[in-house]
């Protein structure tokens, strides 16, 4: 096959484009650390990697009057706190509730302003967006969050940047519980998370069906008391990330500490499993 000649419409529109090209792939580059296995092995405080004898249990797409009370209930029996990953959006809307999560003990952390997918690049949207959100949870919690894990956990260079200019820490997850299908249940969401769990993991799970299968929170409400029994039957206790001692700084790219001193930085899970 001939490459096009140099005065080709062919080659004329490759220059004109290359440009675009670049940009998308170093707006979406980032975005690889979404594969699970290469995040573990090479970026382990992103994937919520913390001490081995705990996991950090964090719920995303909140606050949701219809289902985050349920959640916080169940974890008041079960007396475990976690941390919620909340949407800007949805805080301002319902404070007394994201400010009645903050007050029962668990941590806020921010989801983003909206849910939205980041397909086209635009830094000065996502710095705006994260301010915005940052600033709706401090006002409601009394204190700054920490932590930041985008929508569908796509990390585009303009969030890293955002997340760094808002003393935010990216976080992903390291095992999630499939819980947003419509055909999740108590049950599926457990086995999931038994097959994939570790000690020194974070998982996902969430406490809102806004944005999958409508009532799907249901089967990871069911799940909570099973999976925190796991955890406990094999000596880990289950808490938010502030206690998880997830990672050093340094091992996040583009990460600027904040203002208030990070947790203790210990490294690495002992890939210790729990005998459910
Ligand atoms: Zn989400």
Known sequence: MSLPSAGSPARHAATVLAPFAVVAAAHIGPAVTWLPGLRRRFFPGLAGTGRPDHIALTFDDGPDPLSTPRFLDVLDVLGVRATFFVLGESVVRYPALARETAERGHELAVHGWTHDRPWLPDPARDTADLTRAVHAVWQVAGRRPRWYRPPYGILTSGRWAAARRSGLRPVLWSTWGRDWTAGA????????????????????????????????????????????????????????????????????????????????????????????
């Open 185 to 276: 249940t108590p049950a599926s969401v457990r086995m999931t998370v038994e097959a994939g769990l570790r000690g020194g993991g974070t998982l996902l799970l969430h406490d809102s069906d806004r944005l999958s299968a409508a009532g799907c929170w249901h089967s990871a409400l069911g799940a909570l008391p099973g999976i925190v029994d796991g955890c406990h039957a094999a000596g880990l206790s289950v808490g938010p990330l502030a206690e998880h001692g997830t990672g050093r700084p340094a091992e996040t790219p583009g990460y600027r500490a904040p203002a208030e001193p990070p947790p203790a930085a210990r490294r690495g899970g002992s890939g210790q499993r729990p005998s459910w």
